[in-house]
């Protein structure tokens, strides 16, 4: 089994700044991608930013020049900075993972924080 576990939603105000972090662990072989995904109040689940093991990053039209992703391979985190953040952001963010896992054969497959709040509002 593979869990992941986020932090750093709360309040916040329009035009401010919060950081989201999530740490995988388990039975994990690698990481080929982390991410993270949003759902508003009354919206379906939409990405907001991933980043593989090597290579680009990947962000919505919304938040793209607002938030920054990384990852930090050898902690197994990923990070989300969130910049001038709108009403618009708020929504419960999940951490995504899709992990080569050896519990209890070697495969692929997508894994899931169990989200955090990030309210925007002044």
Not at 36 to 44: A, E, M, N, S, V
Not at 63 to 72: A, L, N, P
Request: aromatic content about 10%.
């Amino acid at each position: 089994q593979v869990q992941l576990v986020e932090s750093g939603g709360g309040l916040v105000q329009p035009g401010g700044s919060l950081r989201l972090s999530c740490v995988a662990s388990g039975k994990i072989i690698s990481i080929k991608s982390m991410g993270w995904y949003r759902r508003g109040p009354g919206k379906q689940r939409e990405l907001v930013a991933s980043v593989p093991k090597f290579g680009d990053t990947t962000y919505a039209d919304s938040v793209q020049g607002r938030f920054t992703i990384s990852r930090d391979n050898a902690k197994n985190m990923v990070y989300l900075q969130m910049d001038r953040v709108v009403p618009e952001d708020t929504a419960v963010y999940y951490c995504h993972a899709f992990v080569r896992t050896e519990a209890p054969i070697i495969l692929d497959a997508d894994f899931w924080g169990r989200g955090t709040q990030v309210t925007v509002s002044s």
